[in-house]
């Protein structure tokens, strides 16, 4: 994904228009009918106490006054379930208090991907819990599948899930996911979204990227002719990232420093470490370039 700028004295941060290879320039032409708006928010890590949800609701109604086309959330939608220890009592409150959230936006589409903390582990009798691991996630924030892909305008666009052998895709959706980029028309802009960034500058600093990351470096450059964006979360850190001609963007948080005053390290009240809460409009245009914009919160 694409980052042209970085953090600015304005409102936002934002990228600015980028190109595939072999563009010559952005267009100053483009209209509203040329491009998708995309909100991305990512790790709300909502719960009941300390007034989040409230919190979280005014702040997606400023998400909600950009009017995007839908919106990708990129998982940790619950503040835990996945410590030892966690009751099913508590599981299920966070999940409500994630229903109370959505109330917002029910009218437009959300595609979801799973985070780190939102499967329940801790179960006593893993085959009789309804509640137990990633089914429950699927089921609670209404995806198709654990990954999955789908097509808008005439851009295509993967969910995955990285919640395998530490954190990568597993063999299965490897191969899964190379077949879905094969299938596709040659020159099909395509954004692929993970809770875990693929790659990222921030991996350097707190880890959390992907394990595979090399084999998806690969797969991409098989199919840079599709391959435009990688969108991440997870670390509560923004980065951009350009490599092989795909622009990786690590959007941030929702949350911040998890709903918290900040760290002593922090810049800023809610900031984990330099980066404020804060969500991202993207615009994909039929070309297949994208403006990716980072609005902080606070």
Same mark, same amino acid.
């Given at each position: 994904?694409? !980052? ?85 009592? !508590?599981?299920?409150?966070? #999940? ?24 329940? #582990? ?17 089921? !609670? ?14 851009? &295509? ?28 028309? *040659? ?22 990227? &992907? ?24 670390? &509560? ?9 795909? &622009? ?26 330099? *980066? ?23």
């Amino acid at each position: 994904m694409k !980052r042209r700028s970085f953090l600015a004295k304005s409102s936002l941060l934002t990228t600015g228009v980028v190109l595939p290879a072999g563009l010559a320039s952005a267009s100053e032409t483009k209209t509203k009918g040329d491009y998708l708006t995309v909100a991305h928010i990512t790790d709300v890590h909502i719960r009941p106490e300390d007034n989040i949800p409230t919190r979280a609701m005014e702040w997606l109604e400023r998400v909600k006054a950009h009017q995007p086309d839908f919106y990708l959330n990129g998982g940790d939608s619950i503040h835990d379930a996945s410590y030892d220890g966690v009751s099913r009592d !508590r599981v299920l409150e966070q #999940w409500q208090a994630w229903d109370l959230f959505c109330e917002r936006i029910k009218e437009q589409e959300v595609y979801s991907c799973i985070g780190n903390h939102d499967p329940w #582990w801790d179960v006593a009798n893993k085959e009789e819990e309804p509640m137990y691991g990633k089914p429950y996630v699927v089921k !609670r924030l209404g995806m198709p599948a654990e990954y999955y892909s789908f097509d808008k305008g005439n851009w &295509h666009f993967v969910v995955l899930d990285g919640n395998h052998e530490g954190i990568s895709l597993g063999e299965e959706q490897m191969k899964w996911l190379e077949e879905d980029l094969e299938n596709l028309p *040659t020159g099909t802009p395509t954004l692929i979204m993970s809770h875990f960034p693929i790659t990222s500058i921030t991996n350097a600093l707190v880890g959390g990227q &992907h394990q595979d990351h090399k084999e998806l470096k690969k797969l991409f450059y098989k199919y840079k002719d599709k391959v435009r964006v990688c969108l991440s979360g997870h670390q &509560h850190l923004l980065d951009r990232t350009w490599y092989n001609d795909v &622009h990786y963007f690590c959007n941030g948080s929702l949350s911040g420093f998890w709903w918290g005053e900040g760290d002593e390290e922090s810049a800023g009240k809610q900031y984990y470490l330099e *980066t404020p809460p804060g969500y991202a409009i993207l615009k994909l245009y039929t070309d297949g370039s994208v403006e990716n914009s980072y609005f902080p919160l606070v």
